[in-house]
Nanobody
Framework: QVQLVESGGGLVQAGGSLRLSCAAS????????MGWYRQAPGKQRESVAV???????NYAEPVKGRFTISRDNVKNTVYLQMDSLKPEDTAVYYCMARWGATYWGQGTQVTVSS
């Protein structure tokens, strides 16, 4: 059974930083496509950052240069380092894993105050 558990969300002022973690079980982050998505109130879920099993990374334009996705294969965990946060980054952030099927975590709230 695949489980993705996010942590690290919270309330931060604009310009601050947060690091999200996604602890995976039942799936290996080293061979899966892993990603972070977000959904703001009234908006569709959107891709934020993706890392492939070959370590190729892709970022959404609004977060390029500010967010960094990485993974620790030993801890089987994926991270999203978020710097220079803006109020428009406020959303629920979801971890995604894809290996054949696609799996989602339960989400963690990130709120950036102005």
């Amino acid at each position: 059974q695949v489980q993705l558990v996010e942590s690290g969300g919270g309330l931060v002022q604009a310009g601050g930083s947060l690091r999200l973690s996604c602890a995976a079980s039942g799936i290996s982050v080293s061979i899966s496509v892993m990603g972070w998505y977000r959904q703001a109130p009234g908006k569709q879920r959107e891709s934020v950052a993706v890392i492939t099993n070959g370590r190729t990374t892709n970022y959404a334009e609004p977060v390029k240069g500010r967010f960094t996705i990485s993974r620790d294969n030993v801890k089987n965990t994926v991270y999203l380092q978020m710097d220079s946060l803006k109020p428009e980054d406020t959303a629920v952030y979801y971890c995604m894993a894809r290996w054949g099927a696609t799996y989602w975590g339960q989400g963690t709230q990130v709120t950036v105050s102005s």
